[in-house]
C-alpha cells in the first residue's frame, strides 16, 4: 500500500487514504498530487500534536521537557523516543529526504488553499507509555538493546536497506520486526493507532477527507471503516480507553515494595540472632554495596564527581524507598553542575554514534539517571543476597550445632 491511494466510500462519507513512507519522496509528490487533483473538506494526517509542532517548528526539546523528564523519572520512555527519531533520521539522510516531507507537504498545501486539518494519530508519549506498561522486563531491556544496538551500529544502515526501505515504510518496517520478537508492542504501536486513527476519522463531520498515514496502516483503518460504519456509537468511548494509560503488566512495581521489606525482616530476624554486630555489618555491606555500584554505574556515564558521590550516598537510603531512585538525585546534580548549553538541545537530533550520546549534554544527564539506577538496581539484588546469605549460613551452623 505504499505509495497508493486506498478510496473507501462509507455512509456518504468519501475517504481517500494515501499510504506514505515518512522518508520517501514519491510519498512526498503523491500527497501534494492528490490533495490538489481532489481539493477534499479536509486533510487528515497520522501527526499528534508533539509530533506536529516538531515538523513545523523544527524544535524538538528545550530545556523545560528536559527538566520534566528528569523530575519524573522517565528516561527510559524519553530514550526510546530519542532512539526511534535519530534512526528515523538517519535513514532520511542516506535517502536525502527529511523524516516526515509527506507530512509537511499535507500541512502546506492545506494552508495554500484554505483546507482545515486535522490531526488524527494519538499522542506519541501515551503510545510509549502504553507499550512500556504493557511490556515485562526481560521485553523492556530485549528492546532497549535492540534500539541502542540498531542506532550505533555502523553497519546498519547499509544499502540493502536503503533499497528495501524506499519501497516501504521506516517506522512500518520496524515495528513488524518488533512485533514478531514482542506481540505487546505490534499490538499498541500499529493494531491500536489503527483503531485510533479509524476513530478520529469517523468523527470527522466533513464528507470528502484526504487522510496522509504510514503505509503500514492503511489496510488496518480500511478494515475498520468498512467492517464497522463511520457512524459507530462507541467512537468517543473507544477514543477514550486508548489514550489512558493501563497499569503496567509487570510485577515491578510490587517487587519494589516487597525487596526493602524483606531485607529489613532479614536484618531484624539476624539482629535477634547475632546482636549489634550483625546489625553493623548488615549496615556496611548494604551501604558500600549499593553505593559503590550506583556510583560505578554513573561514572560509566561520565558523570560528574559530585553526581558520582550523590550517587554513592543516595542508593543505599533510594532502594529502601520504591518511590525513589539514585539517579535522579544523580541526574538533578548532573544537570545542575553541567547544566546543557542550547547547542546541545539542537544536537538531539544529530547523535548518529555511541559517542554523541556520551558526549551531549542532554543525553549525558538522561544516561547518568538510567546508569545510577540500574547500578543501584544491581546492588539492592546484591546486597541483600550477601546479607540473607550471612544469615542463611548462621542458621545452618546453630542447626549443626544443635
Known sequence: MLNEITKI???????????????????????????????????????????????????????????????????????????????????GDELGIKPGSEMLQALEIAKEKNIPVALVDRDIKTTLKRAFNRMSLMEKFKILY???????????INDELIEKLKEKDVITEMMEDLGREIPSIKEVLV?????????????????????????????????????????????????????????????????????????????????????????????????????TLAALGTALAFGHPFSIITAFLAAPITSLNPLLAAGWFAGAVEAKVRKPKVKDFEGLLKLNSL?????????????????????????????????FMDIYNEILKLLLQG
Open 355 to 387: 559517542r554523541d550520546y556520551w558526549r551531549n549534554g542532554v543525553t549525558r544527564i538522561l544516561l547518568v539517571m538510567a546508569f545510577a539506577n540500574i547500578g543501584s538496581s544491581l546492588g539492592t539484588f546484591l546486597a541483600g543476597f550477601s546479607i
Open 9 to 91: 466510500n462509507v455512509n456518504g462519507k468519501e475517504i481517500f487514504l494515501i499510504g506514505t513512507a515518512h522518508v520517501s519522496k514519491e510519498s512526498v509528490s503523491l500527497v501534494r498530487k492528490t490533495i490538489e487533483e481532489e481539493i477534499p473538506d479536509i486533510v487528515a494526517i497520522e501527526l499528534c500534536e508533539q509530533r506536529y509542532h516538531a515538523i513545523v517548528n523544527q524544535k524538538k526539546w528545550d530545556e523545560t521537557e528536559i527538566g520534566n523528564v528528569i523530575r519524573s523519572g522517565k528516561i527510559y520512555l524519553f530514550l526510546m523516543q530519542l532512539l526511534l527519531t535519530n534512526f528515523q533520521r538517519k535513514i
Open 191 to 291: 493494531d491500536e493507532r489503527d483503531h485510533y486513527i479509524a476513530d478520529k476519522i469517523a468523527g470527522l463531520k466533513e464528507k470528502k477527507v484526504v487522510a496522509v498515514v504510514g503505509a503500514g496502516h492503511v489496510d488496518g483503518i480500511k478494515n475498520l471503516l468498512e467492517s464497522e460504519g463511520i457512524s459507530r456509537k462507541n467512537v468517543k468511548e473507544e477514543l477514550k480507553n486508548l489514550e489512558k494509560i493501563p497499569e503496567g503488566g509487570s510485577k515491578l512495581k510490587y517487587l519494589g515494595y516487597l525487596i526493602p521489606l524483606v531485607i529489613i525482616g532479614i536484618v531484624i530476624f539476624g539482629f535477634s540472632l547475632k546482636g549489634g554486630d550483625f546489625l553493623w555489618e548488615s549496615i556496611v555491606k548494604w551501604v558500600v554495596i549499593n553505593g
Open 146 to 156: 535492540g534500539l541502542i544496538s540498531g542506532a550505533f551500529e555502523k553497519e546498519e
